[in-house]
């Protein structure tokens, strides 16, 4: 049996929406069943039906989707919401399905802040209910490889961080001629109090800790607004310190000409370094001190189980941006079933926890940047 | 309404069979409605379960399925057969789909010799239908484009030619300890008269006549068998000439160690010469003569039309073999619903014409090795 | 005629001796006439028969040396003095050496400290002789390409600067096994107030400000101690502005494992972006907004004035770090000459310019790392 | 004491003339104490003038200097002579050189053909001079570990060989335009009979058995004249078995528009494969079955006794072209040492046997291609 999912936002045109669908389409687990696609009632059902849709099912509103999807059968209703709206509308949305008895597949960033995600994480746990957030770039099989490594203690004791995510594409203000990627981001009101760290830092940030299997304890962000006339960040630095005393810096840029997206996690330790790059998904580098550098590769024989479970298909045949996103809609899917069975799932989405971690990265750098000095990670 | 397909082959274990599967399903265009899974009644039956289909449907073999599924209403019986067999397999699948109403597309090589190869575009031609056949290499977005430029004269006359396909997996005889890929396809009673030409070559030679465009008039092949005991070719070298008197050499092999899936062309013409890699299939180079190389890349705003069109995301979300694959299947989609509505289809998947060419490839290449000599390409 | 030349330091055993060697001797402008290579008079002595000099010109020391040569025929005394000794030496060396009449070609960091080096601009000033710094980076074909190409306007405004000198040697106290390179390195009497600013960061930055044409004006260091009982730094970062409103991070490490000699240049502006790095020297990428990138390559005809000059070798040729190197002494050795005969240069090498600004960098990161704050760049 | 040698051709303008005295100078053993660098008296002198000689050692023609330099002193007279003229005067020039007692470094290829290089070893193995031949590639360090790895057993039984050298900067008639370099390699009466195969085949071949250890036992060769009006080969293929009964495959080309000097070496055995790349020298590829790939790398403290040999710098400091030819020019001069007091040298460059076989290769080639058919390799 698939497991039934409507959607909040990701109507016709947007990039997002389309990504969600394909990853719940690829390995036949998930049915789309209804969906809230826009703020507008008349295109929101236009993109339902599109999208193949009843007219019924294709809900003028997410409050409406919600209410009356709950009236619905047990084995006809939505068993759970995906939300890929922008960042104000996630709380409201998450909310309501949770309530509602739904399970919660959200994009990132959370919430709009750090306490509308405390307040989300209060409800998770009222309701008991399943939360997932989609950051894609762990679920990519090198990205679980390079946690195994460093778990397996190839690195030795890690010492340095270095993680990048550097794109190019708000190098000119789009905003000002209608790009719609474009226009929220950078509104305040829409994104919360960061368009570069809240949109792409926050995934950066997120991988390092996944990777390493550490926790930043303080940070000092410095945030820059290189285009005239923007009122967030599009670029930005941040150095942190681990709990294992390990130090990091992290570079988010979105104004970086040239670049398409670009991100790197590097983390050097006492015995090896490792490097991954997502737009050379499928190699990772080992660098052992005075031996030759190991290249790991997606779908070989030699890799861990985590990465044997995010691989489809064999060595060789690239595996890419959207099945990294379907591994999340993967184990979402196990997660689900697990939880209806009372059994442990096999794989965890990320969840609650990254959320936290995730949006008190976003407001400390902020804070940090605001004071031009350290600041304690907050406890999540 | 999706479109509903049935599987000949690519039970459970099968790499190629969920590969379809997946391709199938990435887009939302197709529904697999019925199977006929592994040759064996109970382990199809099994297969068809597990993959969510009722039992009726989980048919014993393809020939009853075919039978069952013409009975069945317009709208509930498949509308198409894909074939996923060892090559013995091909012909009677398809054949009989065809006879009996069904669109196919099949695994490649499109049979099991060219003589079978010319009986089956008979049959498409006399019922009217769509064959359609995997060749998905060529349908990543960087190969469309390398197509393009080529066709937009960005290279002048072409020259040189030189396509490879090198892998490692079969360096040591597999077969021997019951492994399944490898057995079938050096046994010349399932595989035909060539192993690495059959499975792999034919890729290679259908990508350089594809992308330049170019048809091969004549060639003397070179078989090796590096693994003792083997009856097939492990490896290989053609010499080709071309329709415009350039001259190609195609590399394949299965027993180059260490290799995974490394498929490459160039093309030198006297402007430019172009170059791409399967295994980082989002970048395709351009070297003009004196000028810097440039690079084009999947998803960015200056490719052309057929590129967008095999493209799913943005610049830097790597796209990878799935995503071709299912960019087959997409193309043949439409056709199944140009021809239902009798309009013209936007893209083809490569056909019958494809078949006839790559069945004379393979055909072509072991007689003149066996005659260690020159041949003139078939007309097909 | 070749311009003679005398080196204080760098006699066996030494790395860096042996490359300033290699590097006067590629293009034949220079003959090795007489040095003091070490701090015992004895180890001087048989390191100067070792590279064929007579023993009367294989000095005790550099005092005596400078003393000596300068009573000889002006047709036979050397012409300049190679310092190539542990940085508390470079002054105390230079200064006799200018005083005595000779030109001076020195290793990085110019001096100690900041003051020293405006004590050595001061009689650089004063006896009118010629100074000249090897940053070898800078002259690498393609970073003077790079150069020619902001110049040009291909990027537009600079918005952001990111430059990193990656290394891993020091990621284990190999002072304490009595290693000599690392050794002097880490110790504040010998080395000045900082390790891996003072050896390597100071390249990165003297290398982001040649190729941009920009000034840094403020910045902001951190430094690490990664190693357990260093006194300097082995690690660090820094944020610079620069004289154009442009952003900069420089990322300098000694303990990142794995890490050769990683130094990596990252130039974005309005129009384009463009990225080179040393460990693959000949290429250099520029890519522009919304167009293929661009790779420009040594050796081609399609380069600049300066990259060509800086070249030896047709396109394809890889040209490596000793000829950069050489590279600086062909371009002293035309300032020798042209000094000699009144007439303007071809090519500077770095000169005291470069120094000041090297040391008053490594000053201020220094200082604003103790600080924990920007600090304005000094005047020089 | 330095080596003194002169040279015959190499004149200004000479790309290869420069590149051998850069490599002569590198290491500060030889000094070029005479040469006779053109077919015309006068432009000879002048480039012995330029090149700082005195005007009685700047020969009017490569007889006078053997005849004049055998009549000086011992001490002073040139101990090697090194032959950089077009193929037609290797012979002559080496013949009279080592009949006047002087040792002889010289380019490839040896001779004109393989008739007169068995008279050339004939010569040497008379006067037991010691003879040298520029097959710069096999002296990159990561060749060296790559015969290394070969011989030390990492890849099993070698399997199969694919070698290629490909340029081009042949693909448009330069020859028609009066360009030196193209002018005489397209020309029979000063090339020879092959000219792809001549001037850069014989490279990849060289490469091939140096690194595998093996030795060609039979081929067939492929020869295509691309561009109109060309009386030699300007690309090609040659199929090839070894001694082992490995299969090879080399590919040459000088009209792949965009290459710019693309050597690639890939060793395939039973446990691993090997591949290197000459525009990425520093970097060497084993790639065992079902293991990480390992990339061995110049200057690090863990490649063998070979390639260190042939290294000059720590490791991330690219060592070029010049260094590697530079290695043969310092294995020889060792072997001019060893052979003057009687010891055995360290390394030795490329000599007799290289040539001969090269010559066989190339011989063997031509006459192959055009009886269209597998040829035995001929004894040398």
């Known amino acids: 049996m698939k497991i039934r999912y409507g959607m909040v936002g990701g109507g016709e045109n947007s990039f997002i929406g389309s990504v969600h669908r394909q990853a719940a389409a690829l390995d036949g687990e998930y049915e789309l069943v209804c969906g809230a696609f826009a703020s507008d009632a008349v295109r929101s059902q236009h993109s339902g039906l599109s999208l193949g849709l009843s007219a019924e099912r294709s809900y003028a509103d997410f409050t409406t989707m919600v209410q009356q999807e709950a009236l619905l059968p047990a084995d006809q209703r939505m068993q759970c919401v995906v939300i890929v709206t922008p960042n104000h509308l996630h709380l409201p949305?998450?909310?309501?399905?949770?309530?509602?008895?739904?399970?919660?597949?959200?994009?990132?960033?959370?919430?709009?802040?750090?306490?509308?995600?405390?307040?989300?994480?209060?409800?998770?746990?009222?309701?008991?209910?399943?939360?997932?957030?989609?950051?894609?770039?762990?679920?990519?099989?090198?990205?679980?490889?390079?946690?195994?490594?460093?778990?397996?203690?190839?690195?030795?004791?890690?010492?340095?961080?270095?993680v990048e995510y550097i794109q190019g594409w708000l190098s000119s203000p789009l905003e000002n001629s209608g790009h719609k990627q474009a226009s929220w981001r950078v509104d305040p009101a829409r994104a919360g109090n960061s368009c570069c760290m809240g949109d792409i830092g926050v995934h950066a940030f997120n991988l390092a800790e996944f990777v390493s299997g550490l926790e930043v304890t303080?940070?000092?962000?410095?945030?820059?607004?290189?285009?005239?006339?923007?009122?967030?960040?599009?670029?930005?630095?941040?150095?942190?310190?681990?709990?294992?005393?390990?130090?990091?810096?992290?570079?988010?840029?979105?104004?970086?000409?040239?670049?398409?997206?670009?991100?790197?996690?590097r983390i050097y330790g006492e015995k090896a370094g490792?490097?991954?790059?997502?737009?050379?998904?499928?190699?990772?580098?080992?660098?052992?001190?005075?031996?030759?550098?190991?290249?790991?590769?997606?779908?070989?024989?030699?890799?861990?189980?985590?990465?044997?479970?995010?691989?489809?298909?064999?060595?060789?045949?690239?595996?890419?941006?959207?099945?990294?996103?379907?591994?999340?809609?993967?184990?979402?899917?196990?997660?689900?079933?697990?939880?209806?069975?009372?059994?442990?799932?096999?794989?965890?989405?990320?969840?609650?926890?990254?959320?936290?971690r995730g949006m008190a990265f976003i407001e400390t750098v902020v804070d940090s940047a605001s004071r031009d000095g350290w600041l304690p990670f907050p406890a999540v």
């Open 93 to 162: 949305a998450a909310k309501l399905a949770l309530q509602h008895g739904f399970h919660v597949l959200s994009d990132k960033p959370a919430t709009f802040d750090l306490a509308e995600c405390r307040a989300l994480a209060e409800i998770v746990r009222k309701t008991g209910l399943l939360y997932g957030l989609t950051h894609p770039y762990v679920a990519y099989p090198m990205v679980q490889q390079a946690r195994t490594l460093v778990a397996q203690g190839r690195l030795g004791t890690v010492h340095k961080i270095v």
């Open 218 to 265: 303080q940070l000092r962000g410095e945030l820059n607004r290189i285009v005239a006339g923007r009122q967030l960040d599009d670029d930005g630095v941040v150095s942190m310190h681990f709990n294992n005393n390990a130090r990091g810096v992290l570079l988010a840029s979105q104004i970086s000409t040239g670049e398409e997206n670009n991100i790197r996690l």
């Open 274 to 356: 490792l490097d991954w790059q997502q737009m050379e998904p499928n190699s990772l580098w080992l660098r052992p001190n005075n031996q030759p550098a190991e290249l790991f590769r997606t779908g070989t024989a030699y890799v861990g189980e985590a990465a044997r479970w995010h691989t489809r298909v064999p060595a060789g045949h690239p595996e890419g941006y959207i099945e990294a996103f379907a591994n999340i809609y993967r184990a979402f899917a196990g997660q689900i079933r697990a939880h209806a069975s009372g059994h442990n799932p096999v794989q965890q989405a990320p969840g609650i926890k990254e959320a936290l």
